[in-house]
């Protein structure tokens, strides 16, 4: 029984109206006003928002300044203001967390 539902889980459709690239680099973030930059983890990136782990939960509507530069030099870093959406932990890894964050505004 248990398999089917696991199939079925694999199956359902990204409702995503963007998708979603790999955006895996190092970056930083502040909360805004803030002049305190914390070191964190970039996972993924799309046209609304983006995922980064770090090593702290951050509350859901904390707006963040962020700062991404990937390692390719053909690729623009990313300066942004974001709104936490959740922060989870990682499974696995208790200092560790997601969060999943909503572009606000480019800078």
Same mark, same amino acid.
């Given at each position: 029984?248990?398999?089917?539902?696991?199939?079925?889980?694999?199956?359902?459709?990204?409702?995503? &109206?963007?998708?979603?690239?790999?955006?895996?680099?190092?970056? $930083?973030?502040?909360?805004?006003?803030?002049? $305190?930059?914390?070191?964190?983890?970039? !996972?993924?990136?799309? &046209?609304?928002?983006?995922?980064?782990?770090?090593?702290?939960? @951050?509350?859901?509507?904390?707006?963040?300044?962020?700062?991404?530069?990937?390692? @390719?030099?053909? $690729?623009?870093?990313?300066?942004?203001?974001? !709104?936490?959406?959740?922060?989870?932990? !990682?499974?696995?890894?208790?200092? $560790?967390?997601?969060?999943?964050?909503?572009?606000?505004?480019? @800078?």
């Amino acid at each position: 029984m248990l398999l089917g539902a696991q199939i079925a889980a694999q199956k359902k459709p990204d409702r995503r &109206g963007l998708p979603r690239m790999e955006f895996n680099c190092h970056m $930083t973030y502040q909360a805004v006003g803030s002049t $305190t930059r914390i070191p964190a983890h970039a !996972v993924c990136l799309s &046209g609304s928002g983006m995922l980064f782990e770090a090593e702290e939960a @951050l509350r859901p509507g904390t707006r963040l300044e962020i700062f991404a530069k990937p390692d @390719l030099p053909i $690729t623009p870093p990313l300066w942004a203001v974001v !709104v936490v959406k959740r922060s989870r932990p !990682v499974h696995g890894e208790p200092s $560790t967390f997601h969060v999943a964050a909503e572009i606000e505004q480019m @800078l």
